[in-house]
């Protein structure tokens, strides 16, 4: 099991905002910044947000996240259906000196 | 346009070894980080590893420590992994990954992966 930890699955209907959680440590998230990650399915991962809540260029501010202590969220709103993907949190983690991924969520749009 | 594209899939039996090549265009090859993540069938992204093509130097995850070899070859703006003593368990998508100088753990170009199969 995986040092930083999200929900397995989420879920939401068009238009709605949907969050998804990070939960991690005091060596992780703590202590350094987190990134997100969407992967559609057969797809490779796309960086959604870096630096906590720093978005790259084309990237729809639809996608909005937060941190605060050892968690961090991922925030979605009006949701469409290409948002269905997994997502994944990301930290370094400064005990055992690597990028630590959660185990991802799984979000479908209803 | 910055671009990473790898070599292409590999099967290969339990005990072997695998070499994947990760060729970079497009961008200043040494001032960016390569790292390399994993995802077996159905699973998660795992983090194996990065190396910084300026001097070389590498970091290993602990669970692949002394297994994997990472490398880069600023003659051709190649990333190379390279796997001993594959397991079944090894059966996963590899892919390389340039990280934003920003940040530990943003990697904002993937090369498109390549299918490690390890199979008797």
């Known amino acids: 099991q995986s040092v930083v930890t999200q929900p397995p699955s989420a879920s939401g209907t068009p238009g709605q905002r949907v969050t998804i959680s990070c939960s991690g440590g005091s060596s992780n998230i703590g202590s350094n910044t987190v990134s997100w990650y969407q992967q559609v399915p057969e797809t490779t991962p796309k960086l959604l947000i870096y630096n906590d809540n720093q978005r790259p260029q084309g990237v729809p501010d639809r996608f909005s996240a937060s941190k605060s202590g050892t968690s961090a969220s991922l925030a979605i709103s009006g949701l469409q259906s290409e948002d269905e993907a997994d997502y994944y949190c990301a930290a370094w983690d400064d005990s055992l000196d690597a990028v630590i991924f959660a185990g991802g969520t799984k979000l479908t749009v209803l | 346009e910055a671009q990473l594209v790898q070599s292409g899939a590999e099967v290969k039996k339990p005990g072997a070894s695998v070499r994947i090549s990760c060729k970079a265009s497009g961008y200043i090859f040494i001032d960016y980080y390569i790292h390399w993540v994993r995802q077996a069938p159905g699973k998660g992204l795992e983090w194996l590893g990065l190396?910084?093509?300026?001097?070389?130097?590498?970091v290993y995850a602990e669970n692949f420590q002394g297994r994997v070899s990472l490398t880069a070859d600023r003659s051709t703006d190649t990333s190379f992994m390279e796997v001993n003593n594959l397991k079944s368990e090894d059966t996963a998508l590899y892919f390389c990954?340039?990280?934003?100088?920003?940040?530990?753990?943003?990697?904002?170009?993937w090369g498109q992966g390549t299918m490690v199969t390890v199979s008797s």
């Open positions: 190396v910084d093509p300026e001097d070389d130097e590498v």
């Open positions: 990954a340039r990280k934003l100088p920003v940040a530990h753990d943003a990697f904002d170009v």
